[in-house]
């Protein structure tokens, strides 16, 4: 009996590691400071009204044209020497663990200073968040992380790529959110090439206010942009995000 007690003990553990190491896919998406008009969020292939609720996504296309500008606060604020910032923008909840974040992207039409591509935000309202990457006005992948919080041997670029207009991309985000440590790392590949990473970047410890609640780490995907030249649209598809508890 005893030894029939400890197997069915020793099953359950077995049973409960195993779950804790299956991958999960995560399709929960929020628009993040409304939606600028009627063509600046499409989602699957459908235009998208601004509602608080969760939705999924296969496809998103973001578009903007010169001169309009997001609907965040700071947005109206001039940014960079730029009058105005452009926003239009999805999150999704970063949770425990590994994640892995996949999209074929898209660009096209006018090019613009600087846009972000991909953040991972921590709701923090001033300075840059724990990491992100975008494009600057010739199309070269640029990045940045929160100032002063990542040695250089931590965050380093390795490979200097470009996102040409109207040539599909596979970007992949292999990301690692130490809740404990409130620790990001996360290895950027465009096209099966290890080209970034930033490793061990800290949340913020001081109080943040973002979509998910306070210090609750998220990705973000969409146009953030100053600088504009004209009309500019952002294309994800084939998505894949998946997360695994460490």
Same mark, same amino acid.
Request: hydrophobic fraction near 30%.
């Given at each position: 009996?005893?030894?029939?007690?400890?197997?069915?003990?020793?099953?359950?553990?077995?049973?409960?590691?195993?779950?804790?190491?299956? +991958?999960?896919?995560?399709?929960? +998406?929020?628009?993040?400071?409304?939606?600028?008009?009627? @063509?600046?969020?499409?989602? $699957?292939?459908? &235009?998208?009204?601004?509602?608080?609720?969760?939705?999924?996504? *296969?496809?998103?296309?973001?578009?903007?044209?010169?001169?309009?500008?997001?609907?965040?606060? &700071?947005?109206?604020?001039?940014?960079?020497?730029?009058?105005?910032?452009?926003?239009?923008?999805?999150?999704?909840?970063?949770?425990?663990?590994?994640?892995?974040?996949?999209? *074929?992207?898209?660009?096209?039409?006018?090019?613009?200073?600087?846009?972000?591509?991909?953040?991972?935000?921590?709701?923090?309202?001033?300075?840059?968040?724990?990491? +992100?990457?975008?494009?600057?006005?010739? +199309?070269?992948?640029?990045?940045?992380?929160?100032?002063?919080?990542?040695?250089?041997?931590?965050?380093?670029?390795?490979?200097?790529?470009?996102?040409? &207009?109207?040539?599909?991309?596979?970007?992949?985000?292999?990301?690692?959110?130490?809740?404990?440590?409130?620790?990001?790392?996360?290895?950027?590949?465009? $096209?099966?090439?290890?080209?970034? @990473?930033?490793?061990?970047?800290?949340?913020?410890?001081?109080?943040? *206010?973002?979509?998910?609640?306070?210090?609750? &780490?998220?990705?973000?995907?969409?146009?953030?942009?100053?600088?504009?030249?004209?009309?500019?649209?952002?294309?994800?598809? $084939?998505?894949?995000?998946?997360?695994?508890?460490?």
């Amino acid at each position: 009996m005893k030894n029939i007690i400890i197997l069915i003990f020793v099953t359950l553990v077995c049973n409960n590691f195993a779950h804790s190491n299956e +991958w999960k896919i995560i399709n929960k +998406w929020k628009i993040s400071c409304g939606v600028v008009d009627k @063509e600046s969020l499409i989602v $699957n292939d459908k &235009p998208k009204r601004y509602s608080k609720n969760q939705f999924k996504v *296969d496809k998103v296309s973001f578009k903007l044209d010169k001169g309009e500008i997001g609907n965040c606060k &700071p947005d109206k604020k001039s940014s960079g020497g730029y009058p105005y910032s452009g926003r239009q923008e999805i999150t999704t909840q970063l949770m425990k663990g590994q994640t892995i974040f996949e999209s *074929d992207i898209i660009v096209s039409g006018a090019p613009q200073a600087r846009s972000t591509i991909f953040q991972i935000h921590d709701g923090r309202n001033k300075g840059a968040p724990p990491s +992100w990457i975008g494009v600057g006005g010739d +199309w070269r992948i640029i990045n940045q992380n929160s100032t002063g919080k990542c040695s250089p041997e931590n965050c380093k670029m390795y490979k200097l790529l470009y996102i040409e &207009p109207d040539v599909k991309h596979r970007l992949k985000a292999d990301i690692l959110y130490k809740s404990k440590a409130k620790k990001i790392s996360v290895k950027y590949y465009l $096209n099966n090439i290890l080209f970034l @990473e930033h490793i061990d970047v800290p949340i913020s410890k001081k109080f943040t *206010d973002g979509s998910y609640g306070p210090n609750k &780490p998220y990705i973000k995907i969409g146009i953030y942009r100053i600088g504009d030249t004209g009309t500019t649209t952002f294309t994800y598809d $084939n998505f894949l995000i998946k997360n695994k508890k460490m």
